[in-house]
């Protein structure tokens, strides 16, 4: 089945330094990539959806100069957290897709995030 | 009023017991429906997806919909305590690829 991969599986570090997130899709092409957030106990709330080559969509309330995404191929995504402080705390998740089903997404096994 | 709601629970059942989890959704145009299951700590895993209204199985998993009470249900039958986890439901909207998620139902298989 198509796997999805992220890195590093977790981070610490200091309030104010950016942090960044890689999300890669290892054996097929995804023309989609979700980027979400999950506080402990919350559910998953979708912080943006970025299509190879084109900027990224945010969702209504998501800072996007803070939360930069970029998909720069059709395996490759990336989250910057620029000047991360401790509420940026959190699980972050991505999930993939191919156009033809965009019913199917492939879930990365999330990146958690600790700011000190 | 959130766009996909289900209880938070816990929701505890004995183990070989079915269990039953609910979800109701707001976006009447909503077109594909899923059951992610997620352990503490791990990212979402898919166990089904419903476009129809009626039932779809698949082993001990039975998902359930009723578009006209914007009602998605998943039944666990012979519920194991490797079942315990919380199961999110998800839609999609008519229009976009975006999945909505709830915020998940907590159950806990007592063996």
């Known amino acids: 089945g198509a796997v999805v991969s992220q890195h590093p599986s977790w981070v610490i570090c200091k309030s104010g330094t950016s942090v960044k997130i890689e999300c890669r899709s290892l054996?097929?092409?995804?023309?989609?990539m979700f980027w979400y957030r999950q506080f402990p106990k919350q559910s998953l709330m979708l912080m943006a959806t970025?299509?190879?080559?084109?900027?990224?969509?945010?969702e209504q309330g998501v800072e996007k100069d803070k939360f930069l995404i970029n998909h720069a191929s059709l395996t490759l995504s990336t989250l910057t957290v620029t000047s991360a402080h401790p509420e940026d705390s959190s699980f972050y998740i991505c999930s993939a897709g191919v156009a033809v089903d965009m019913d199917t997404q492939y879930f990365g096994p999330g990146t958690r995030l600790t700011v000190l | 009023q959130k766009e996909v709601e289900q209880n938070s629970g816990p929701l505890s059942v004995p183990e070989g017991a079915i269990a039953s989890l609910n979800c109701t959704y707001s976006d009447r145009g909503s077109q594909s429906f899923f059951w992610y299951r997620q352990y503490s700590g791990k990212s979402p895993e898919l166990i089904m997806s419903?476009?129809?209204?009626g039932d779809k199985e698949d082993g001990r998993f039975t998902a359930q919909l009723n578009k006209a009470s914007q009602y998605v249900s998943l039944l666990i039958r012979d519920s194991q305590p490797s079942d315990s986890a919380t199961y999110l439901c998800?839609?999609?909207?008519?229009?976009?690829?975006?999945?909505?998620f709830g915020a998940g139902t907590i159950l806990r298989v007592k063996s």
């Open positions: 054996d097929f092409q995804a023309t989609t």
């Open positions: 970025s299509n190879e080559g084109s900027k990224a969509t945010y």
């Open positions: 419903i476009y129809s209204n």
């Open positions: 998800a839609v999609r909207r008519e229009y976009g690829n975006k999945l909505v």
